[in-house]
């Protein structure tokens, strides 16, 4: 199973920008998928996480600016960023939990994207 973060760049304080994860590989189903984010000299913090059931948590940072949803028929979670600072330039980053269909069973798998950079200019 692969996963492929797409979408950052570079905005001006106050616009916008929508990131995408799509994955990609054998059966599987979504439990659950995280946006990350790192900023240089800083510790890698959790943005925001959505479940199965579309249940969503979002860091008091990005509150009422991030809008974090998936289309489980296109495989892809989505990070709406709307307002955004300076502050949220970083490299960010999805996670996704999976049920991962393999011999007749499933196994739970934890899958790691590369980072997709977002430029936040003053």
């Known amino acids: 199973v692969q996963l492929q973060a797409s979408g950052g760049g570079l905005v001006q304080a106050g616009g916008s920008l929508r990131l995408s994860c799509t994955i990609s590989?054998?059966?599987?189903?979504?439990?659950?998928i995280y946006w990350f984010r790192q900023a240089p000299g800083n510790q890698r913090e959790l943005v925001a996480s959505i479940s199965s059931g579309d249940s969503t948590n979002y860091a008091d940072s990005v509150k009422g600016r991030f809008t974090i949803s998936k289309d489980d028929a296109k495989n892809t979670g989505y990070l709406q960023m709307d307002n955004l600072r300076p502050e949220d330039t970083a490299v960010y980053y999805c996670?996704?939990?999976?049920?991962?269909?393999?011999?007749?069973?499933?196994?739970?798998?934890?899958?790691r994207g590369q980072g997709t950079l977002v430029t936040v200019s003053s």
């Open positions: 590989g054998p059966t599987f189903i979504i439990a659950a």
């Open positions: 996670n996704a939990d999976l049920s991962v269909a393999s011999g007749g069973s499933w196994y739970p798998q934890d899958v």
